[in-house]
């Protein structure tokens, strides 16, 4: 199974915008990369997901790198509400939960 | 959107007794459904697969005589925690997916708290 990091924790500004970077160096050729988030005490939350091309939805935009062995979302302006752990998971993987890296909103 | 309804949202209980948590698809016909568990500061862990009129699948390590899943009908996953104890208290999650390469769509969880 593809293996991804994350790194654990990084600090945003309100209102500006957050480059979460995911490694997924061991990924297929056909595995999607999904990315999910968590709010404190909820179920995780469908975010956004792609293969080669970079992708945009009203929630944020996923950067695929060329060799796709790694991934940044992008949320265009962070609001407090956007304070969440995040993850980063291969298709053929994401049954399996990472660590993800915990967002934090600073107002 | 796709939503995923899990009930009940939390739930104490004695020990010893069993607790029944139910997950439902609400706008779509899920063929696979996913049982995780989260203790505090910690990530998902993934308990189950489970699929439409079939055995569910446990992850190693899993119970499955303790954490009975079922799975009736391509909307609803039933996970019934039996004879619960108090390190049974964790958060449940549900998720479920309409077909194998869309994306995972979860509950609220469930709180379970076993005194």
């Known amino acids: 199974d593809a293996k991804t990091t994350q790194p654990n924790s990084m600090e945003s500004n309100e209102e500006e915008p957050v480059h979460l970077p995911c490694n997924h160096s061991t990924i297929s050729g056909t595995d999607y990369i999904h990315w999910y988030r968590q709010l404190p005490s909820q179920g995780p939350e469908y975010v956004i997901h792609?293969?080669?091309s970079n992708v945009n939805n009203r929630m944020a935009s996923l950067a695929i790198a060329e060799d796709r062995k790694s991934s940044t979302l992008i949320l265009h302006r962070a609001t407090l509400r956007d304070a969440a752990v995040y993850y980063c998971?291969?298709?053929?993987?994401?049954?399996?939960f990472g660590t993800g890296t915990s967002l934090t909103v600073i107002p | 959107g796709a939503v995923v309804s899990q009930h009940p949202s939390w739930v104490i209980c004695k020990s010893g007794t069993s607790v029944k948590i139910e997950c439902r698809s609400l706008d779509f016909q899920a063929t696979t459904m996913f049982w995780y568990r989260q203790f505090p500061k910690q990530s998902l862990m993934l308990m189950a697969t489970s699929n439409e009129g079939s055995k569910a699948t446990y992850e190693q390590g899993v119970e499955k005589d303790k954490f009975l899943i079922n799975h009736a009908s391509l909307t609803l996953s039933t996970l019934t925690v039996t004879s619960a104890h108090p390190e049974d208290s964790s958060f449940y999650i549900c998720?479920?997916?309409?077909?194998?390469?869309?994306?995972?769509?979860f509950g609220n969880g469930t709180r379970l708290t076993v005194t």
């Open positions: 792609g293969l080669t």
């Open positions: 998971i291969p298709l053929r993987n994401q049954f399996y």
């Open positions: 998720s479920a997916r309409q077909q194998a390469n869309s994306p995972l769509h």
